[in-house]
């Protein structure tokens, strides 16, 4: 596991916390059933997570995140939902310490994009599926994001953030290569698609808007930055404005781009 760029300050968790299953996981949905056993790579705040156990009960779903710190946040939502059959554990996706075939379907949702070998991750992923289960993954594409009306604050937020993941050892850029990191694992049957997070609503543009201004100045990234000497705090709260800017746009406009995979264990 590299550096989580992001980190896990509350600027971050809300917008993690805003992912639903049909928001970010729609193209799995359909290949979940009742009674089929689960692993969860990364659940983070747990709100995919919870879904994903409903669809799948009473089969059990195990979440899994890489630090006990990080997977008290997944426990926090499972008990506030009092969801039943999720397990917690703690691991590295690149090694995990589960038997071969313990699932029928193993997911992983923004989770490749940060990690030192993806390609392994899958390779482990589908070590640990079934024969004939699915392996699912999703992950943004920084370089594909769009949005409109053009702010040059918002161009330099996103080259250093992209700078910042690949200092950390993350590609941020999966996800136009979620297919060639599947085929790269050994995956013979994908199939590979996309879908976008669109914010262009009032509402929805001061949601993502004001979040990012102020994740920019405070989370994880806005330290790791300044620390490396690429940006310093002056720079930040231009970025940060810079959002403000945009959410104020009547015709304010953003997608963020998705290269999402179903591969055959």
Not at 243 to 261: K, S
Request: charged letters at 20%; hydrophobic letters at 45%.
């Amino acid at each position: 596991m590299t550096t989580y760029t992001h980190g896990h300050h509350e600027t971050v968790l809300v917008s993690h916390r805003w992912r639903t299953a049909a928001n970010s996981a729609a193209y799995l949905l359909p290949h979940l059933r009742p009674g089929q056993a689960l692993l969860d790579v990364g659940c983070g705040p747990g709100t995919i997570t919870a879904e994903l156990a409903d669809a799948v009960a009473p089969g059990r779903l195990t979440a899994l995140e890489l630090t006990d710190d990080a997977l008290d946040l997944s426990r926090a939502e499972i008990a506030a939902r009092g969801t039943a059959n999720v397990e917690f554990r703690t691991g590295d996706v690149h090694a995990l310490d589960v038997p071969d075939g313990s699932f029928d379907v193993v997911h992983a949702h923004q989770v490749l994009q940060h990690l030192a070998d993806p390609v392994a991750a899958l390779r482990e992923m589908r070590r640990v599926c079934r024969p004939g289960g699915v392996v699912a993954a999703r992950d943004g594409d920084y370089a594909a994001f769009t949005w409109y009306p053009l702010i040059p604050a918002l161009d330099e937020w996103l080259a250093l953030y992209r700078t910042v993941a690949r200092h950390n050892g993350g590609e941020p850029d999966a996800g136009r290569r979620m297919h060639a990191w599947a085929r790269a694992a050994g995956f013979t049957e994908v199939t590979a698609t996309a879908s976008v997070w669109c914010y262009a609503a009032p509402e929805e543009r001061a949601w993502w808007g004001g979040m990012w201004a102020d994740r920019v100045v405070q989370s994880a990234l806005a330290r790791k930055a300044v620390s490396l000497g690429l940006a310093t705090t002056d720079d930040l709260r231009r970025m940060a404005g810079g959002w403000r800017e945009w959410a104020a746009a009547d015709d304010g406009w953003f997608i963020v781009p998705h290269g999402e995979i179903i591969c055959r264990a």
